[in-house]
């Protein structure tokens, strides 16, 4: 009987510690099923597609999604854009400034993207793209954006409809 007890104990000890949750496996390829999943969840948690507030409904977008994510303060990426935008309108046709106002709103997009205000950085990137049609890192979130939409059969905001960033209240 203590024979059986001596080799019982192990092989339940070792049943029972496989029956815990599983390890994650990072060397293992990503499911796309799980990237789809990973996707509906941000926007689940999130108000897109949620119905806008408005106290009028003749108001211009009363009837389109609101804005999502976390707010936050984007005045020092509006000042550069701000800037940029003026270098731009005297040189017009001078490269490094379109490279610099794309730059500019690069980083309010990218700033956006970590605040999860996905469809106001969309705008911004697109932005960024047709000042500097050379922008990689813009097109690439551009696509990424896009694909996350597409995966949630939603459509993206068209170009020129994205909502502006979140209004950031500073607290005291």
């Excluded at 496996?25 to 597609?49: F, K, M, Y």
Aim: charged residues 25%.
């Amino acid at each position: 009987m203590k024979v059986v007890l001596i080799f019982l104990l192990p092989i339940l000890s070792i049943a029972c510690n496989r029956a815990a949750a599983p390890v994650a496996n990072s060397e293992r390829p990503i499911n796309v099923q799980q990237q789809t999943n990973d996707a509906q969840t941000v926007l689940a948690h999130s108000s897109e597609g949620q119905p806008r507030k408005a106290s009028n409904s003749n108001e211009p977008g009363a009837n389109k999604s609101a804005p999502s994510g976390d707010p936050i303060d984007t005045s020092k990426f509006d000042q550069a854009i701000s800037e940029a935008e003026k270098n731009l309108k005297t040189k017009p046709s001078d490269t490094e400034a379109k490279k610099a106002a794309a730059q500019a709103y690069f980083a309010r997009g990218f700033a956006l993207t970590e605040a999860r205000q996905y469809a106001s950085a969309l705008g911004d990137y697109r932005r960024a793209v047709k000042l500097d049609p050379d922008h990689e890192e813009s097109k690439n979130w551009i696509d990424q954006i896009v694909s996350i939409y597409a995966m949630l059969k939603k459509d993206p905001p068209k170009e020129g409809q994205e909502p502006p960033p979140l209004p950031f209240k500073k607290t005291a």
